[in-house]
């Protein structure tokens, strides 16, 4: 069983719609990440958590929330889906281990939702 | 402005060639600096992590090199072979989160 599974892998939707993507993980990390990846751009962080009561924006977090349901659960939500947001989406964890910064822990990715909005 | 650039172009190489790729990035100061691979239609797998004070790192078939001043790392895959067919990220660690390249696509012949 994959360690992080994200849910759905694939959606079609349309302009306006809320969607919800959902992630969970068995990796027991505190740290958790949601990334949209665009052809030629990279990965962009959206929204980041270091633990069940801390919520962080990342660097394009407009048109997007999340929730922290619990130390496993990190979802993200588009409130009123847009054609821009078509792209994939991948979230992440990692270890907060002994060293604080993000830089030195290994990220671990789910294998991405696929996202359409026509 | 901050940037991370990978080669634009993807690398075709035969079977057993080394395969180099380049990360350059500007206005990081990055304290470590990470490699992934991205097969198509999975999230990224992490590869190796290098320290600033590292020169150079080897895992198996696969060597990173880090230089500060030159604000440059190189991904080197030796005796490469088809299985490295693949797309690898470079990414920066920078105050809150790492900052991630768009990625070199490898295909290797065989």
């Known amino acids: 069983d994959a360690d992080v599974t994200q849910t759905p892998r694939n959606r079609i939707t349309k302009t306006g719609k809320r969607i919800m993507l959902e992630c969970s993980q068995t990796?027991?990390?505190?740290?958790m990440y949601w990334y949209r990846q665009d052809p030629g751009l990279g990965l962009r962080l959206i929204y980041y958590?270091?633990?069940?009561?801390?919520?962080n924006k990342g660097e394009i977090s407009d048109g997007y929330s999340v929730s922290r349901q619990a130390q496993a659960k990190f979802s993200l939500s588009l409130e009123s889906a847009i054609p821009n947001q078509t792209a994939l989406y991948f979230c992440?964890?990692?270890?907060?281990?002994?060293?604080?910064?993000?830089?030195?822990?290994?990220?671990?990715f789910g294998d991405g939702t696929r996202l359409s909005i026509l | 402005s901050q940037k991370i650039e990978q080669n634009s172009e993807a690398l075709n190489i035969q079977e057993g060639k080394t395969a180099t790729l380049t990360c350059n990035y500007t206005?990081?100061?990055?304290?470590?600096l990470q490699w992934y691979r991205q097969d198509p239609g999975r999230g990224p797998v992490f590869l190796l992590l290098?320290?600033?004070?590292?020169k150079e790192k080897r895992k198996e078939r696969l060597k990173v090199t880090f230089d500060t001043t030159l604000k440059q790392s190189l991904f080197h895959i030796t005796a490469s072979q088809p299985a490295d067919s693949a797309t690898y990220l470079c990414?920066?660690?920078?105050?809150?989160?790492?900052?991630f390249g768009a990625g070199t696509t490898v295909t290797v012949r065989a």
């Open positions: 992440a964890t990692s270890d907060s281990g002994t060293v604080g910064p993000v830089g030195y822990q290994p990220q671990h």
């Open positions: 990796k027991g990390h505190d740290r």
């Open positions: 958590s270091f633990d069940v009561k801390d919520i």
């Open positions: 206005n990081y100061s990055p304290a470590y």
């Open positions: 290098i320290r600033e004070n590292e």
């Open positions: 990414a920066l660690d920078g105050d809150y989160k790492l900052s």
